[in-house]
């Protein structure tokens, strides 16, 4: 798997990525801090990367409006590294199970010691 992290999350989440023997880029260590939303979405479609944030609002309206996406994560609530670390591990480990994320939505917040995960289409279909 192929990751984008966004700015608003911890580049030490590119670490986990690798430990996990996945791909990652954050977005501060590829020059591209403070692109708008925009920009990061077409960067991470095009290069076939699944996006990484907590900027839910925007990115699932971004994506909402692409025909065909490599996915979209999206990390609640907005809290701290070690936060960020725990459900970021476990999206790795939900991905495991998974065929791909191709044109889909997967949220992942806390609940109590564990992960909660919200998946769906997206953009949806009617």
Partial sequence: MRFLID????????NEAHAAGSEAYHLAHIGRAG??????????????????????SDFR????AKDLHPGLVILIPNRGRETQIRLFGAVL?????????VNR????????DG????????????
């Fill in 93 to 101: 480990s939900r991905l495991l199970t998974m065929p791909d994320l």
């Fill in 115 to 126: 992960a909660n995960f919200i998946e769906y289409e997206l953009p949806r279909r009617t």
């Fill in 105 to 112: 939505g997967l949220e992942v917040d806390l609940v109590d």
């Fill in 61 to 64: 309206r971004l994506y909402a």
């Fill in 7 to 14: 700015e608003c999350l911890s580049p030490v989440l590119v």
């Fill in 35 to 56: 692109s708008s939303d925009s920009r990061i979405a077409a960067y991470a479609i095009a290069r076939d990367l699944i996006l990484v944030t907590n900027n839910a």
